[in-house]
């Protein structure tokens, strides 16, 4: 796991910070993960693709293990999933060097929380988020994290919906 304050970026100014991608490993946030790419070529920003690793009870199957990873501490799978998804993006855009060069990091706690924390001590200039949309009560009793950042940031942020497939 990356400790957030061990891997600091010299950013200088919020408007030279880099574009902060939160990820969850779904398809959505691997839109945004290619949105923030997108984005930081033409600012010419760096990214950081932030994790947060959170207790596997608030979001049950989010961690898959494979049976003989079954023991392992989950910021260690964590870590493997963000490798994984990052491999897989890089893989289909090899000639992207902003996507080659974005800096992973993983941090425990809050989802919500720890974003813009880690926004703030990075200086980032913007975040990018994956939309899940949920939907129903649950959405409308709890708010979900992107509503959460959305409301709470001071700077921009940007929702990002991946495109429908046919199946």
Same mark, same amino acid.
């Given at each position: ?21 939160? +990820? ?28 947060? +690793? ?9 961690? #898959? ?22 491999? #897989? ?71 990002? #919906?991946? #495109?429908?497939?046919?199946?």
């Amino acid at each position: 796991m990356t400790d957030e304050s061990s891997n600091q970026v010299d950013t200088g100014s919020k408007s030279d910070g880099p574009v902060l991608v939160a +990820v969850d490993f779904t398809p959505d946030s691997g839109a945004a993960l290619l949105w923030a790419c997108d984005y930081a070529r033409l600012s010419g920003a760096p990214v950081l693709a932030l994790h947060v +690793v959170h207790d596997p009870g608030d979001d049950p199957g989010r961690y #898959k293990t494979k049976k003989q990873d079954q023991m392992r501490p989950i910021e260690e799978v964590a870590a493997d999933m963000m490798q994984e998804f990052l491999d #897989k993006h890089r893989a289909e855009r090899p000639g992207d060097e902003v996507l080659q060069a974005v800096q992973p990091v993983l941090v425990p706690g809050v989802p919500a929380t720890r974003i813009l924390e880690i926004a703030a001590s990075r200086h980032a200039r913007q975040i990018v988020m994956g939309s899940r949309g949920r939907t129903g009560l649950p959405h409308l009793l709890l708010g979900s994290k992107a509503e959460r950042v959305v409301q709470l940031s001071p700077v921009p942020v940007t929702i990002v #919906k991946a #495109k429908k497939t046919a199946e």
